[in-house]
């Protein structure tokens, strides 16, 4: 699938309020975790295809400078809108640029695989929550590789991906991605620790709608390899 391939169909989504991946309330995960991600007062966090989520703001005002990039404009204005949040913008040659005036919370609109890396800079933590789990399959490595370019060598990466057996009805996303497809594409840079699973009751909703008997949702920690 091409770039606007891929933008047309999240936009769409956008438009037609299909959503279903927006929280409304902080991730439990960054609740329980956040202490083993944010290991200083100040850091600079990385949250890919981030969307509208409130855990920007949550970020934001625990005092860090929270970088997100987003492909579908109407999610970032959103976001701004919701948060009651003003911004100004900048025209940048490969994106739009959304961000505060005080510069600590930036959202870039563009295409994820396609951003200036130098321009986004090192990062000290990165919270990964429906990122890796909705690129596609073919997009992957290329994902990886991206995340991997803007890590700080003291790093913490918290992900939280999503297990389950896909069937003819629903493969994603969220896409399964088990601890050890993880292993794999991250391993040779990063140790990995295993954090929380947290398992979907059978009679949820949308596991009735996928036709999916068992979905675990796994909180993992990713740090430099020694």
């Given at each position: 699938m091409g770039k606007e391939d891929r933008i047309n169909v999240w936009s769409e989504r956008w438009e037609q309020g299909k959503t279903t991946w927006h929280e409304h309330d902080v991730s439990y995960a960054l609740k329980?975790?956040?202490k083993l991600l944010l290991t200083g007062p100040r850091h600079r966090v990385f949250v890919p295809l981030c969307g509208k989520s409130v855990d920007l703001k949550w970020f934001y005002d625990g005092g860090h400078i929270v970088v997100g990039v987003e492909a579908v404009e109407q999610a970032i204005l959103e976001f701004f809108t919701e948060q009651k949040m003003s911004y100004v913008t900048e025209t940048l040659t490969w994106g739009k640029l959304f961000k505060t005036e005080d510069n600590h919370l930036l959202l870039y609109c563009c295409d994820l695989l396609n951003v200036d890396i130098k321009a986004l800079g090192k990062f000290d933590a990165v919270w990964d929550r429906g990122s890796l789990?909705?690129?596609?399959?073919?997009?992957r490595e290329s994902y990886v590789k991206l995340l991997k370019s803007l890590l700080a060598p003291d790093f913490h990466y918290l992900l939280n991906v999503n297990v389950y057996t896909p069937n003819e009805y629903f493969s994603g996303p969220p896409?399964?991605?088990?601890?050890?497809?993880?292993?794999?594409?991250y391993g040779d840079s990063c140790q990995m620790e295993h954090l929380e699973t947290v398992t979907r009751s059978k009679d949820d909703p949308k596991l009735v709608k996928w036709g999916i008997k068992h979905m675990g949702e796994v909180t993992l920690l990713l740090t430099p390899r020694n």
């Open positions: 329980n975790h956040g789990v909705a690129v596609n399959e073919d997009d896409r399964n991605v088990p601890p050890e497809l993880v292993e794999c594409l």
